[in-house]
């Protein structure tokens, strides 16, 4: 049998009707760009995350990067952040301008190591940018006292991790503007490319409306700020409503899938396999399930041998790659680098059948047992 390291094919039988509805809705209708399935999908969004705002955009780099134009973030300016992440962390500091400060990561949870942010602020200082890797939401309560102290602004990078647990409320709603994306394999994801900023700053989301839309003011013509083409489709608009109408089934699956991996790998920790750890008062949406392995290439030859598909998530610091070099302050990020070499993610998704992921399980435990 094939194994597939995502599947979204199941995902969508059991939602066809539904959503096959909604797009022809939209082919009737017509309204293809900023049509009524655009407004849902936001009322629904801040309603699940529990914001105040909710804004829909055209991906999860175009969210971050609509977050630092609305803070006034640019040349000047530096941004704490982490070294581990998807480049678009980077990238999006680079745009505008601002100088990413790289923080070494917790070697335990692959999130920004909190304990290190306050040594790295200087008077340039404008924003801390932590990333909710893997699913799980970084230690947000000690990111916003340490930008309280010191004024400064806290975004969320959470692409990975939309709607988690987090101390009784949810990722993408734990700091000033929290950021994710919808691409089609992330937890929840749309047909194309999708993403969303959420604020709870009347005075923000105003600012974040009008650059999703070239900086727009009153009317089509009048522009009081340089803003970008951010715009959702409504037909992405008109997925993600219906999907997110599943969402808390998935996430109960997804929670499920995890809890059998590490059961199955526990016995593996005196091989050096390390499964991922979820702090007691967060929880993870499991955008991917990793694990870290001292021999990471003969892992993945041995499960391709099995028909098992793997992935890195993230085989280099984002400082190290040949177009960010030079470009920021860097820390030291040693356990950023070792996690570089030694993680590993396994399929993951919420229609996984016991019959796959026992598979998955079976070619784990054969690299070792």
Same mark, same amino acid.
């Given at each position: 049998?094939?194994?597939?390291? %995502?599947?979204?094919?199941?995902?969508?039988?059991?939602?066809?009707?539904?959503?096959?509805?909604? %797009?022809?809705?939209?082919?009737?209708?017509?309204?293809?760009?900023?049509?009524?399935?655009? $407004?849902? @999908?936001?009322?629904?969004?801040?309603?699940?995350?529990?914001?105040?705002? &909710?804004?829909? @955009? +055209?991906?999860?780099?175009? &969210?971050?990067?609509?977050?630092?134009?609305?803070?006034?973030?640019?040349?000047?300016? *530096?941004?704490?952040?982490?070294?581990?992440? #998807?480049?678009?962390? &980077?990238?999006?500091?680079?745009?505008?301008?601002?100088?990413?400060?790289?923080?070494?990561?917790?070697?335990?949870?692959?999130?920004?190591?909190?304990?290190?942010?306050?040594?790295? %602020?200087?008077?340039?200082?404008?924003?801390?940018?932590?990333?909710?890797?893997?699913?799980?939401?970084?230690?947000?309560?000690? %990111?916003?006292?340490?930008?309280?102290?010191?004024?400064?602004?806290?975004?969320?990078?959470?692409?990975?991790?939309? !709607?988690?647990?987090?101390?009784? $409320?949810?990722?993408?709603?734990?700091?000033?503007?929290? @950021?994710?994306? #919808?691409?089609?394999?992330?937890?929840?994801?749309?047909?194309?490319?999708?993403?969303?900023?959420?604020?709870?700053?009347?005075?923000?989301?105003?600012?974040?409306?009008?650059?999703?839309?070239? !900086?727009?003011?009153?009317?089509?013509?009048?522009?009081?700020?340089?803003?970008?083409?951010?715009?959702?489709?409504?037909?992405?608009?008109?997925?993600?409503?219906?999907?997110?109408?599943?969402?808390?089934? *998935?996430?109960?699956?997804?929670?499920?899938?995890?809890?059998?991996?590490?059961?199955?790998?526990?016995?593996?920790?005196?091989?050096?396999?390390?499964?991922?750890?979820?702090?007691?008062?967060? !929880?993870?949406?499991?955008?991917?399930?990793?694990?870290?392995?001292?021999?990471?290439?003969?892992?993945?030859?041995?499960?391709?041998?099995?028909? /098992?598909?793997?992935? /890195?998530?993230?085989?280099?610091?984002?400082?190290?790659?040949?177009?960010?070099?030079?470009?920021?302050?860097?820390?030291?990020?040693? +356990?950023?680098?070792?996690?570089?070499?030694?993680?590993?993610?396994?399929?993951?998704?919420?229609?996984?059948?016991?019959?796959?992921?026992?598979?998955?399980?079976?070619?784990?435990?054969?690299?070792?047992?």
């Amino acid at each position: 049998m094939s194994i597939p390291f %995502i599947d979204l094919k199941p995902q969508y039988q059991a939602l066809k009707s539904e959503i096959d509805e909604r %797009i022809h809705r939209v082919l009737e209708h017509g309204q293809f760009i900023m049509g009524p399935e655009v $407004r849902e @999908c936001e009322e629904n969004l801040k309603k699940f995350i529990g914001s105040r705002h &909710a804004i829909a @955009c +055209s991906n999860g780099t175009i &969210a971050l990067q609509m977050a630092l134009m609305a803070l006034g973030i640019g040349p000047g300016d *530096e941004v704490i952040t982490t070294a581990f992440s #998807f480049i678009a962390t &980077a990238e999006v500091l680079l745009l505008v301008g601002a100088t990413p400060v790289y923080v070494d990561i917790d070697p335990e949870i692959y999130n920004i190591d909190t304990k290190k942010i306050a040594s790295a %602020i200087t008077p340039k200082t404008k924003a801390i940018l932590p990333v909710s890797l893997y699913g799980q939401p970084s230690d947000m309560d000690e %990111i916003n006292a340490i930008a309280k102290k010191h004024k400064l602004f806290v975004i969320e990078d959470a692409a990975q991790s939309f !709607g988690a647990p987090y101390k009784n $409320r949810r990722s993408c709603n734990l700091s000033d503007i929290g @950021c994710t994306s #919808f691409f089609p394999a992330k937890p929840l994801g749309c047909y194309g490319d999708g993403g969303a900023v959420f604020t709870n700053d009347d005075a923000l989301a105003e600012k974040l409306l009008s650059i999703r839309v070239h !900086g727009m003011g009153t009317h089509r013509y009048q522009h009081p700020r340089v803003g970008l083409n951010g715009r959702l489709d409504s037909i992405q608009c008109a997925v993600i409503s219906t999907k997110l109408s599943r969402y808390p089934w *998935e996430l109960e699956r997804r929670n499920f899938i995890a809890t059998k991996y590490t059961q199955a790998f526990s016995e593996l920790a005196g091989h050096g396999v390390r499964t991922p750890k979820i702090l007691a008062d967060r !929880g993870s949406v499991w955008a991917q399930y990793t694990l870290w392995v001292p021999d990471r290439s003969k892992f993945q030859a041995k499960l391709q041998e099995k028909g /098992v598909p793997t992935a /890195v998530h993230y085989p280099m610091a984002m400082c190290d790659q040949d177009a960010y070099r030079n470009t920021g302050r860097v820390l030291d990020i040693k +356990s950023a680098r070792l996690a570089a070499e030694h993680v590993v993610s396994l399929p993951m998704y919420p229609d996984m059948t016991s019959e796959i992921q026992n598979q998955v399980i079976e070619a784990v435990r054969c690299v070792y047992l």
